[in-house]
């Protein structure tokens, strides 16, 4: 079993850039894909980014792509979700998952494990 632990949420302004972080504990992730979602308030959870168990092939939703960027440190069993050119849309609780395989995948079905996530607000 895996535990995740995101970190690294706060209040920014549109245009501002935010890094989360999230720590695996439990079982290496190196031969995972990790994934983050988003869920704003009222929505749906939602896809934001993934990256397969060795980190050289990722997706991304429409809506960040460009601007965020998801690496990992296996080494480390974190893996990280950079985001610049925050706006008001980004904002929502993040939160990563461990795959069931090393696949990049982007449906929430094909992630097994996640964290509690992490709160983003973006102002205008």
């Known amino acids: 079993q895996v535990q995740l632990v995101e970190s690294g949420g706060g209040l920014v302004q549109a245009g501002d850039f935010l890094t989360l972080s999230c720590a695996a504990s439990?079982?290496?992730?190196?031969?995972?894909?990790m994934g983050w979602f988003r869920q704003a308030p009222g929505k749906e959870r939602e896809f934001v980014a993934t990256a397969s168990a060795d980190g050289i092939l990722t997706s991304y939703a429409d809506s960040v792509r460009g601007r965020f960027t998801i690496n990992r440190d296996n080494a480390k069993n974190r893996v990280y979700l950079h985001m610049t050119s925050l706006k008001p849309g980004d904002t929502g609780v993040y939160s990563c998952a461990s795959g069931r395989n090393g696949y990049a995948r982007a449906l929430s079905s094909d992630f097994e494990y996640w964290g509690q996530g992490t709160q983003v607000i973006v102002s205008s």
């Open positions: 439990g079982r290496a992730i190196s031969y995972t894909a």
